[in-house]
């Protein structure tokens, strides 16, 4: 069992940054690919990108590609998304989540998930 607990969402203004983290329990965090997803009102959840359990290796959405960046620290069971040059239209409640799988993009491969922290990008 892996409980996630994602903070660090906020407003801010369109060309700005964020840093989510993802705070993960269980002695095998180092063991899941982590992603990161984000759901905008009225709109299927959306795979942004993910990075592999060591931590190596990463990839992302094409929207995201050049303004997002996912980390992780595994001595500190912990996932991050660095968010910069941000868009009014990255506005969506972003979700940590965990999976065994590497390269999955769609939500039903993940076993975890976090509750979600919200972003919002004014213009």
């Known amino acids: 069992q892996v409980q996630l607990v994602e903070s660090g969402g906020g407003s801010v203004q369109a060309g700005g940054s964020l840093r989510l983290s993802c705070a993960a329990s269980?002695?095998?965090?180092?063991?899941?690919?982590m992603g990161w997803f984000r759901q905008a009102p009225g709109k299927e959840r959306e795979f942004v990108g993910a990075?592999?359990?060591?931590?190596?290796?990463?990839y992302y959405v094409d929207s995201v590609k050049g303004r997002f960046i996912i980390s992780r620290d595994n001595a500190k069971n912990t996932v991050y998304l660095q968010m910069s040059s941000l868009k009014p239209e990255d506005t969506a409640v972003y979700y940590c989540?965990?999976?065994?799988?590497?390269?999955?993009?769609?939500?039903?491969?993940?076993?975890?998930w976090g509750q979600g922290t919200q972003v919002t990008v004014s213009s």
């Open positions: 990075i592999t359990g060591s931590g190596r290796n990463t």
């Open positions: 269980g002695r095998t965090f180092s063991s899941y690919h």
């Open positions: 989540a965990a999976t065994g799988l590497w390269l999955a993009t769609m939500p039903n491969k993940y076993n975890y």
